[in-house]
């Protein structure tokens, strides 16, 4: 049986990656350890809690005696490495929580594993099937032009403090590999979406606000564009590159579904008026769109090659993104107790100070 240390699983992408596991893998053993900030929501993960081969460790992966702790108790093999400091404007307004988070907690895990894995500085490993898959973004590549694709070697080019802090800690974790020889594996996502996605990311705001009858935060002239990518397609891509991705190689994992931000909100707004009804006062959701000051440095265009890991390991998205916006819509109506719950008043805190009170 696998033991996997699993960090800031109780997140969007690591809370879906722990359900999907342990449903359809039985011989892994998940060890979650989440510092539950404010995206950290243990109530994502109440329906396995109890699962015997699962077990949750509240904690900071920048601690390393608590790390140390979990590596030798647990026997861990495998480190699936989710946790990080991920929306952009939290960024641009507190980038020190980033660079370390993001940065020093890769380190503190690098080294945790280095000690546990490796039997000394030559980079020998004490046992086989050792691996650290360390779970990254598209945007550390920079930004795109009106054509071309972000592919492995690409060069990076990060423009805000969260994408230099993950183009930081990849870099930490490839030294590790041409180092040490520490057995590591780097994949490069794009943009995810899903159920369990905190609201503060733009699919879940605009279902929120559309929802409430509020007004729909457009950046710019909402067309920016982003290559969306299913979650439990994500999740498969991050097993699929864990069981057979070459050592020291990176994976870009893409949905191959480009699209502007506006094309987001007008499926959304058109999705619910389908589902719930127009407004009150009987327009559409689209008259809430409100376009507001852009980003500083908002990167343009995105798009992930995902040739090398369909090629290479048969890996490829299974859900198109018609399919996906309805299922993640549905979600979202479906559990309205949930969205309660997460946006509690330090969200709307946040909220208000990014685009006002309206």
């Known amino acids: ?49 109890n699962n015997p081969r699962y077990r949750f460790v509240k904690g900071d992966i920048c601690d390393n005696d608590l790390v140390g702790k979990i590596f030798a108790e647990e026997q861990i093999d ?98 590790y590999f041409h180092t040490y020889g520490l057995p590591v594996l780097i994949t490069n996502c794009s943009n995810n979406y899903g159920p369990y996605q905190f609201p503060e990311k733009l699919i879940p705001l605009i279902v929120n606000n559309a929802l409430g009858g509020r007004s729909l935060p457009v950046y710019g002239d909402g067309k920016n564009v982003r290559d969306w990518l299913y979650v439990i397609d994500h999740c498969e891509a991050i ?41 009150p006062d009987g327009k559409n959701r689209r008259t809430l769109i409100t376009y507001v000051k852009d980003r500083a440095g908002h990167d343009r265009r995105y798009a992930i090659d995902a040739t090398k890991i369909r090629t290479q390991l048969g890996w490829k998205p299974k859900v198109n993104f018609a399919d996906g916006m309805r299922r993640t819509v549905e979600w979202y109506l479906n559990n309205k107790v949930w969205i309660a719950s997460v946006t509690d008043g330090s969200y709307r805190e946040y909220y208000e100070k990014m685009y006002g009170k309206k």
Not at 3 to 17: A, D, E, K, P
């Open 1 to 49: 049986m696998k033991r996997v240390l699993i960090t800031g699983g109780c997140g969007f992408i690591g809370s879906n990656f722990i359900r999907h596991t342990l449903k359809h893998y039985p011989d892994y053993r998940l060890i979650n350890l989440d510092k539950l900030t404010y995206a950290g929501n243990p109530g994502n993960l109440t329906d396995v809690e």
């Open 239 to 279: 097993l699929t590159v864990l069981q057979n991705g070459i050592v020291g190689e990176t994976y870009n994992i893409g949905g191959n579904s480009e699209k502007q931000n506006i094309e987001i909100v007008h499926t959304i707004c058109d999705i619910l008026d389908e589902k719930v009804g127009l407004l």
């Open 78 to 175: 495998t480190v699936i490495h989710f946790a990080a400091e991920s929306h952009v404007d939290r960024s641009i307004t507190g980038p020190a929580e980033f660079v370390q988070t993001n940065i020093m907690g890769t380190f503190n895990l690098l080294e945790a594993a280095r000690e546990a894995w490796l039997k000394d500085a030559t980079g020998k490993a004490s046992g086989t099937g050792c691996r650290f898959l360390h779970v990254s973004t598209d945007e550390v590549y920079g930004s795109l032009g009106q054509t071309g694709a972000f592919q492995e070697t690409t060069s990076y080019d990060p423009r805000s403090p969260y994408s230099a802090s993950k183009a930081s800690s990849d870099h930490l974790v490839s030294a």
